[in-house]
């Protein structure tokens, strides 16, 4: 049973434009979200975070946005470049019981220049 | 090499035969995660480790076994493996802290079981 879904398996930008990555949760205990990009061959890399006490993180181009009542998170690229293209993962945990994280099944992303 | 290295990055084996992936990360982390990647499942939780001699099981463990009697090194064996665990396998680590800690990925093993 999958606790963190992310429905749109690939997602195709123009460079410049905004991509918007989706992330849908159904543990409603989950109070600590991130964000990972992984290219090809590679290991996935943390991306940005966020905690459940605020609404919107915000790191250079990336923001992550998080509503909780919706339980949903979505992750916005501004703008975006060729070398953004990569499978982005959302991932959620509960920080208390600490260690698992619960990840999305993945959005490939391509920004065509 | 600093960081978090896994050896071999590719495996072919057969079913049944025993198979092990290396996971080595010269931080001193406190804690290691194994994960595998599967198209429709995203990343999956195997086993992770707190510390040497710590370990516990995560979202899919059946059929694999882990150890980790250094804390630079968790190993984890498939003791027969089977045609289902063909997978791409990421070690992870991290320091202490707590959960909000971000999570240091390996480059993967790419792994098929005939």
């Known amino acids: 049973d999958q606790q963190v879904k992310q429905n749109s398996p690939s997602l195709s930008v123009q460079e410049g434009r905004i991509s918007i990555l989706n992330c849908d949760y159904t543990?409603?205990?989950?109070?600590?979200f991130l964000w990972y990009k992984k290219y090809p061959a590679e290991g996935p890399t943390f991306l940005i975070s966020?905690?459940?006490?605020?609404d919107k993180n915000e790191d250079g181009r990336f923001t992550v946005f998080l509503n909780k009542s919706a339980k949903h998170l979505s992750l916005h690229i501004v703008p975006s470049q060729p070398g953004d293209s990569a499978v982005y993962f959302c991932?959620?945990?509960?920080?208390?019981?600490?260690?698992?994280?619960?990840f999305g099944t993945g959005t490939s992303l391509t920004v065509i220049p | 090499d600093a960081g978090i290295t896994q050896s071999p990055r590719y495996k072919i084996t057969e079913t049944g035969r025993q198979v092990t992936l290396m996971c080595h990360q010269t931080?001193?982390?406190?804690?290691m995660f194994w994960y595998r990647q599967d198209l429709g499942h995203g990343l999956r939780l195997i086993y992770y480790?707190?510390?040497?001699?710590?370990?516990d099981k995560g979202e899919v463990p059946d059929g694999y076994v882990v150890s980790r009697s250094k804390t630079e090194n968790f190993p984890l064996t498939l003791e027969s493996a089977t045609r289902s665990q063909t997978s791409v396998y990421f070690c992870?680590?991290?320091?202490?802290?707590?959960?909000?800690?971000?999570?240091?990925f390996g480059p993967g093993t790419r792994l098929t079981v005939l």
């Open positions: 992870a680590s991290r320091g202490g802290g707590g959960a909000r800690n971000e999570q240091f």
């Open positions: 931080w001193s982390h406190s804690y």
């Open positions: 991932a959620a945990s509960v920080v208390n019981t600490g260690n698992q994280f619960y």
């Open positions: 480790s707190a510390a040497a001699d710590i370990t």
């Open positions: 543990n409603s205990m989950f109070d600590y």
């Open positions: 966020i905690s459940s006490i605020k």
